[in-house]
């Protein structure tokens, strides 16, 4: 992993910022000789909505979809597991999802890396002097779509690319990713880890976690709410959040039933509890 360190210092001392009105020249298609070449050994981490949005493509499991399609990177500095995309075991280590004709066998469900792309977007943090989120261009060898005369804005192309969709969920993830307990030096238990995972990436264990655990004799969910939780994916990760913003910062999103209060007060959220 310290190759994302080194390059995350690199982005954020070297890179040129971009702001939503800068203007940059891009043009990707199957006409172009590197036609699928960026599919190729390639890192993709996923966000909780990547695996949602991709496994609803494949209508699978959330559970098999994070054990078949994608690995997790032991890295000791890294507070919270992040999952990467499985690419294929050969030379060339192709995305499983490409189609060397076709493209991208689930474009309209790509993941967020895959749709940004060829802009990056960075979160400085508080700790940094300019602590500003802003985009940058990369500009590989092999990418030929930046010789092509079709120039976008920033926002333009983020518009284009279906990334307001994935904004919500993207806000959600910084707040508690970046969260200020982290910079603090704030330190996980691994039920609290394996909690973090169930809940955002893990939704149909979640799920069961919610309704077929003494959760909701602890917790009160009206019942609309419990009725879309049951059935909405969204809904039920929207919810994920607020519950680890709950269980690991004390964020007050969550209500506890009244009569479970003394038990929460005295022996905290069990971290283990998505197991229960
Ligand atoms: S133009 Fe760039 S993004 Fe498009 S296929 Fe070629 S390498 Fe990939
Ligand atoms: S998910 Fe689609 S766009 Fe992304 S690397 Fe795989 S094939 Fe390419």
Redesign the pocket.
């Known amino acids: 992993m310290k190759e994302f360190e080194d390059l995350k210092k690199k982005i954020l001392t070297e890179y040129p910022r971009l702001s939503p009105r800068d203007r940059f020249r891009f043009e ?2 199957p006409d ?1 000789e ?6 190729s050994d390639v890192n993709i981490f996923l966000t909780p909505y990547d695996v949602l949005m991709m496994r609803k493509a494949l209508d699978m499991d959330s559970t098999r979809f994070l054990a078949e399609y994608t690995i997790v990177p032991f890295d000791k500095n890294q507070k919270l597991p992040v999952p990467l995309l499985k690419m294929r075991d050969t030379e060339r280590k192709e995305c499983r999802f490409v189609d060397t004709r076709k493209g991208c066998k689930i474009y309209e469900h790509r993941p967020w890396p895959c749709r940004i ?2 802009l990056g977007a960075a979160s400085p943090g508080e700790t940094e002097v300019n602590a500003e989120p802003f985009y940058f261009l990369i500009q ?1 060898g ?4 930046h010789e092509r005369a079709r120039e976008w804005t920033v926002d333009e192309w983020l518009e284009d690319q279906g990334i307001s969709e994935y904004a919500e969920f993207g806000e959600l993830f910084k707040k508690v990713t970046l969260h200020p307990a982290f910079t603090r030096g704030r330190e996980l238990a691994p039920q609290q880890i394996d909690m973090y995972w169930t809940a955002l990436y893990d939704l149909d264990k979640f799920r069961r976690f919610i309704f077929e655990s003494s959760f909701l004799k602890r917790f009160e969910i009206t019942e609309p709410k419990l009725d879309e939780l049951k059935v909405d994916d969204v809904s039920l990760l929207r919810f994920g959040f607020d519950w680890i913003r709950f269980a690991m910062f004390g964020e007050k999103r969550v209500k506890v039933r009244p009569d479970a209060e003394k038990w929460i007060k005295g022996e905290g959220v069990k971290p283990g509890v998505a197991n229960a």
Do not use: Q, S
């Open positions: 990707c298609g172009l590197c036609f699928n070449v960026c599919c792309y060829p590989e092999h990418c030929k779509g």
